[in-house]
């Protein structure tokens, strides 16, 4: 399956696995990559020791092609992209912040530079500042969200790109990659599918938690205060939306969600830690191989295509 994304990265079919807090190591990544995909390493709240060993472990695991993603947020973000750059990988990701300053850097080093974008005016931007390629996420993700749903961001934003966008948010299954394929996507990036996978190093408790949950069981927190992450309804989304509806002062909630993001994928916490999910949930029915869920996409997006009548 040839697009300009598996051109401009060089791999075998157009998935790219989404970058997720405490959740997309190295074995994770490698596993995609080893699939045919694209894997990510994610760094957000990880030291630089941590990101070293994780690129290590990465190359020693598969000679494919994998990513490295940079929150643009992070105190210690150049010295992750400075590490990045020595340590040559293959492309990286960024988000939560400008990414046009990095691009020359990047450049210099041969690396791949891809910037997530919540809008066809950002898009537009930094395909100008000389961004390779560029994910479009959709409102339907896990975690951090913005306003436009992906089909929305589709319909506007890959008429008037001309380098590869990749579409995220809601993606499970290879009916969602034909979909992005037929609007003019590169590729899609799927992140909660892969959380459900054999080689995430994830709780048990927490990929459980995603093959159990349902069409309607996702719900955003921080939404009244424009801070918006998606996760799977648990008792500590109840509380916090019920603290919001009364107005309850930031360090109450701060307090309730601090060290949520790592309670439920490392410690097993699903009732007061949170599963970031995204929301196309009901056609993940069991924990399986990274292999057999790229395998599954490409069969069932071929079909898709046959299916199709004019």
């Not at 850097?105 to 950002?122: C, G, M, R, S």
């Not at 309730?256 to 993940?284: C, F, H, M, N, Y």
């Amino acid at each position: 399956m040839n697009t300009k994304l598996t051109k401009l990265l060089k791999i075998k079919y157009p998935i790219i696995q989404g970058a997720m807090a405490w959740v997309s190591d190295a074995n994770l990544a490698a596993a995609v990559s080893n699939a045919g995909g694209a894997g990510v390493i994610a760094t957000g709240g990880r030291n630089l020791t941590w990101v070293k060993e994780q690129i290590d472990l990465a190359k020693s695991l598969t000679d494919k092609p994998f990513g490295v993603n940079i929150v643009l947020m992070d105190n210690d973000k150049d010295d992750k992209i400075d590490l990045i750059c020595k340590e040559k990988v293959a492309f990286v990701t960024l988000g939560a912040g400008n990414p046009v300053p990095y691009f020359e850097k990047l450049k210099e080093a041969e690396i791949i530079a891809i910037p997530v974008v919540p809008n066809l005016k950002l898009a537009k931007r930094v395909e100008e500042k000389g961004a390779d390629a560029l994910i479009i996420e959709g409102m339907e993700a896990g975690g951090h969200i913005g306003k436009l749903t992906t089909l929305s961001l589709m319909t506007q934003v890959v008429p008037e790109i001309n380098i590869p966008v990749i579409a995220a948010g809601g993606f499970a299954d290879g009916r969602g990659l034909a979909a992005a394929l037929i609007m003019g996507a590169s590729g899609i990036q799927a992140g909660t599918r892969f959380y459900a996978s054999k080689e995430c190093s994830a709780h048990i408790n927490a990929k459980n938690k995603i093959v159990e949950a349902g069409d309607t069981d996702t719900e955003i927190t921080g939404y009244l205060r424009g801070h918006s992450v998606r996760g799977i309804k648990n008792k500590m989304t109840e509380k916090y939306i019920e603290l919001e509806k009364e107005h309850a002062p930031y360090e109450q909630l701060h307090d309730l969600i601090a060290g949520t993001s790592r309670k439920a994928p490392i410690d097993g916490d699903v009732e007061w830690g949170l599963v970031q999910a995204g929301q196309s949930l009901s056609v993940i029915k069991s924990v399986d191989s990274c292999e057999d869920i790229i395998n599954n996409m490409i069969n069932d997006a071929k079909n898709a295509f046959l299916k199709i009548k004019f």
